[in-house]
């Protein structure tokens, strides 16, 4: 080994023994976001993972909504006691990450569609409402209106996927799925917390999503599953509604 070899592998010795041993590109962990919802029963906890992905933490039980291993890593994320899964595409379900979090014991919530690539799950179609591990769920609408295939076909049909209000305590939140600004919007009530998509051209603009945000009126709003859309036309939209808190996280 000559002098310049020997001077570099200590030094790199000396970091490695340090603890400041270069990471490489790519191995970073990626840190998560999270907010904390204070509420009389129990604070809710969100975790932002990315895309349409999301982990809810509320007295004790865990939440996971369309686990995908692209978006986080479910070798390290606690195992789940319910999951919800609103579509079949692949950026929503994601048979790995549910083997990676899914227990004996866990429930998980999912379509017609879905169900038939992941066995024991509970089915919900458009309407039903079901109260799952002590937690009320409705299922409602998410589809396509003006988007669509170049054959013409909506990029998701109504009745194949799913949005969920799910009830944690008394906060009530609205996880969309992939969907426009649909009129069963209008038959929300009492939203607190809202995850609408805006992305195209598969699911919203900030347009669509500003409008169907007016519609039901959630006190918190975070747009999801955006893409390269900038969420921040939406804020700008939302303005002058004082009601609406427009909160932007790393969700693309």
């Known amino acids: 080994m000559n002098r310049m070899a020997a001077r570099v592998w200590l030094i790199w010795a000396t970091l490695i023994a340090a603890g400041l041993g270069v990471v490489?590109?790519?191995?970073e962990e990626k840190k998560l976001e999270?907010?904390?919802?204070?509420?009389?029963?129990?604070?809710?906890?969100i975790t932002f993972i990315g895309h349409g992905t999301l982990m809810f933490t509320w007295q004790n039980k865990v939440i996971h909504v369309d686990p995908v291993t692209r978006e986080g890593d479910y070798t390290k994320l606690p195992k789940a006691d319910l999951v919800l899964i609103t579509h079949e595409h692949g950026d929503h379900l994601d048979p790995k990450a549910l083997e990676?979090?899914?227990r004996p014991q866990t429930k998980i919530v999912l379509t017609k569609i879905c169900a038939e690539k992941i066995a024991g799950g509970l089915v919900m179609k458009n309407g039903?409402?079901?109260t799952?591990?002590?937690?009320?769920?409705?299922?409602?609408p998410a589809y396509n209106i003006v988007h669509k295939r170049p054959d013409g076909d909506p990029f998701h049909p109504k009745g194949n996927g799913n949005g969920y209000v799910v009830t944690f305590g008394k906060q009530r939140v609205y996880i969309a799925g992939d969907t426009e600004n649909i009129p069963e919007m209008k038959d929300l009530k009492q939203i607190d917390i809202a995850f609408l998509p805006m992305n195209l051209p598969y699911t919203m603009t900030p347009e669509m999503v500003a409008d169907a945000?007016?519609?039901?009126?959630?006190?918190?709003?975070?747009p999801y599953h955006y893409g390269q859309t900038d969420p921040n036309e939406l804020?700008?939209?939302l303005a002058d509604d004082k009601n609406i808190?427009?909160?932007?996280r790393k969700m693309r």
């Open 128 to 130: 039903d409402v079901r």
């Open 213 to 222: 945000a007016r519609v039901f009126a959630p006190k918190i709003l975070y």
């Open 24 to 27: 490489p590109a790519g191995a």
């Open 132 to 140: 799952v591990d002590g937690l009320k769920i409705e299922a409602v």
């Open 245 to 248: 808190e427009v909160r932007i």
């Open 235 to 237: 804020v700008k939209l």
């Open 34 to 45: 999270e907010d904390v919802i204070k509420a009389e029963q129990g604070d809710l906890k």
């Open 100 to 102: 990676l979090i899914r």
